[in-house]
């Protein structure tokens, strides 16, 4: 009889871990952080919406400071954007990103104090 070669538990072991890692890092890749609403590609109309309602979710949820992903693109989200912030009751400042935050393509929103 010949004897068939069985690999290793350990070997079998780092297979799996190996394995698990690549799921983890595909897996994260689509996670946006809670403290990031993301309106590129959102017409206006669907973009204030879904600002009010994160600021307001953010605001319950107790977030200091948030970003706005609106994208570079003409500016017209970023314009809109800003004209809503300076009128809301729940924000406090914000200012355009700096390098490493996503530039002029996010804003920095800090949230009132309950």
């Known amino acids: 009889m ?4 069985c690999p290793s538990l350990t070997t079998v072991l780092k ?4 394995a698990l890692v690549m799921v983890r890092k595909r897996k994260d890749a689509n996670v ?3 403290n990031e609403v993301m ?4 017409t206006v109309d669907e ?7 994160y600021l307001h979710d ?3 949820a107790g977030a200091y400071q948030v970003r706005v992903v609106h994208g570079k693109g003409t500016g017209t989200l970023r314009r809109v954007v800003k004209e809503t912030l300076t009128q809301h009751p729940l924000v406090k400042s914000y ?3 700096v390098y490493g935050e996503g ?3 996010v804003t920095i929103v800090e949230l009132a104090q309950r």
Not at 2 to 5: D, F, P, V, Y
Not at 15 to 18: G, H
Request: charged share 25%.
């Open 47 to 53: 973009a204030l919406l879904k600002l009010d309602k």
């Open 15 to 18: 297979s799996v871990q190996r």
């Open 95 to 97: 200012r355009l990103g």
């Open 2 to 5: 010949a004897a068939t070669s």
């Open 103 to 105: 530039g002029d393509g």
């Open 39 to 42: 309106l590129r590609h959102l």
């Open 32 to 34: 946006i952080p809670m």
């Open 58 to 60: 953010a605001f319950m």
